[in-house]
């Protein structure tokens, strides 16, 4: 009987004793602190390899005491480290995402993504951070800030874009690739650019020149393509509420303005609405 559980209790150590030698490490993302799955591990020569699990732990029991271990992700730096610092570590490795320089994107030039510096025509890229400096009381202010742009004005509040001496019907406006115009829309000054509210405008382009063999013909003198603010997700299940509001008065025009924006999601969904009300006075002439 003292024979068994001698036998029973060394088995049992054996096991522990497997155990607490394993070295096992975890893998983390250094700016989230998210697990890292499917990191490549291995020594210099390659003779040696480890994988990281779907909860970012991997074993490094392969890896000699003093040998360094080279930690690879596609999205993420390479690092070298050898295995004395892990355990100054306290066996959790750190990675930083790699960061990925775009060139800049032009999407409505084209209707496709295009490099800025491979269009033919001139186009004007109004940014968020030109909208709020400027601070424009109507999308056809937007436009005329650049100093690009004609924009004809026959009541204040109001606002005709002109590009090569071609309005109305013969330019074409597009809100998120939704065509606000067509041909058929009367040749005079036509103040429908203020169909897009500027309070909720991230950014816009205004293509010079015609696009016809892109859009039609409607786009006889150019585009002017706005994009609309995109809702936020939020990085938490619950539903989580953020929003903006201003108000303006200006004595230019004597104009009054109320906008007001909110934002609501979860990490699987987002909704974004905006409200704005303006009202301007006469635009007078004479002495």
Not at 22 to 37: H, L, R
């Amino acid at each position: 009987m003292k024979l068994g559980k001698s036998i029973f209790l060394g088995f049992i150590l054996l096991i522990i004793s497997d155990v607490c030698s394993g070295q096992n490490i975890f893998i983390y993302n250094q700016q989230t602190g998210n697990p890292v799955s499917n990191v490549a591990l291995y020594n210099t020569d390659k003779s040696l390899t480890s994988i990281s699990n779907d909860i970012g732990i991997a074993n490094i029991d392969v890896f000699g005491s003093t040998e360094e271990v080279i930690f690879q992700h596609p999205s993420f730096n390479l690092l070298i480290i050898d295995k004395g610092s892990i355990a100054k570590l306290n066996y959790k490795v750190p990675l930083n995402e790699k960061l990925i320089n775009l060139d800049e994107v032009i999407v409505s030039a084209s209707r496709w993504e295009t490099k800025a510096n491979e269009i033919p025509n001139k186009i004007e890229k109004i940014k968020q951070q030109d909208i709020v400096f400027n601070n424009p009381a109507t999308s056809a202010d937007m436009i005329a800030s650049g100093n690009e742009v004609y924009v004809q004005k026959s009541q204040l509040g109001g606002g005709s874009p002109m590009i090569r001496g071609f309005a109305a019907n013969k330019i074409l406006f597009i809100v998120d690739g939704v065509r606000m115009n067509n041909a058929i829309y009367r040749s005079g000054n036509l103040h429908n650019v203020l169909q897009a509210d500027v309070n909720s405008l991230e950014s816009a382009e205004i293509i010079f020149g015609p696009g016809t063999n892109i859009y039609g013909s409607d786009a006889l003198g150019g585009v002017i393509d706005f994009h609309t603010l995109n809702p936020r997700f939020s990085l938490e299940e619950k539903v989580t509420t953020t929003g903006s509001a201003f108000a303006r008065i200006s004595s230019a025009d004597f104009e009054k303005t109320l906008s007001a924006n909110i934002n609501i999601s979860n990490n699987r969904w987002a909704l974004l609405t905006n409200i704005s009300y303006g009202k301007f006075d006469d635009l007078r002439m004479g002495g």
